[in-house]
């Protein structure tokens, strides 16, 4: 699959088409071993719209035609266009309420540099990826006060808590 490799640029041969392309010109795909898939960005897209055009169903298992696709995307936008206020006043209050804003304050920290997670859950102390950990706040009013756990420990905290507090 590799043709040659230079200091600068690694040219791949795409499986479909047969052109010599860069590395980067190939999708990302985390099963294989050079975490690419073997069909340039531009094949792998027109094999998918292909694909879906062929397989695209319903809800109800049923292959959708063109003109389903076509009134399910107007009835879509219609529905958004008649809803749209409360759409975005329900987001725009979940963004102003204390759990809202103090997620938002932890996840900028931590994009910042500012609040480090750890490697490791702080109950039970196993190691994870830090992608894997959740800020669990006790209160909201402390944003940057959170106790780092994996999502077992976290969904185990959220059971033992009052009804009330677990909704939150």
């Not at 992608?131 to 944003?143: C, I, K, R, T, V």
């Amino acid at each position: 699959m590799v043709e040659h490799m230079t200091d600068e640029t690694c040219l791949w041969v795409c499986r479909k088409c047969g052109k010599e392309k860069p590395f980067e010109d190939f999708k990302l795909e985390k099963g294989n071993r050079f975490q690419r898939t073997r069909l340039c960005k531009e094949c792998n897209n027109r094999y998918f719209q292909e694909w879906s055009k062929l397989h695209h169903r319903d809800r109800h298992g049923e292959t959708m035609t063109e003109e389903d696709r076509i009134k399910n995307r107007r009835r879509s936008r219609e529905y958004y266009q008649t809803h749209r206020e409360e759409k975005l006043e329900k987001g725009k209050l979940y963004k102003k309420a204390p759990k809202g804003l103090a997620r938002t304050e932890l996840r900028l920290a931590v994009l910042s540099g500012k609040i480090r997670k750890p490697s490791s859950c702080q109950k039970c102390g196993k190691v994870v990826q830090p992608s894997h950990l959740h800020g669990h706040h006790e209160d909201y009013s402390m944003p940057l006060q959170v106790e780092w756990l994996c999502s077992i420990c976290h969904g185990d905290r959220h059971q033992t808590l009052p009804r009330k507090e677990a909704k939150s």
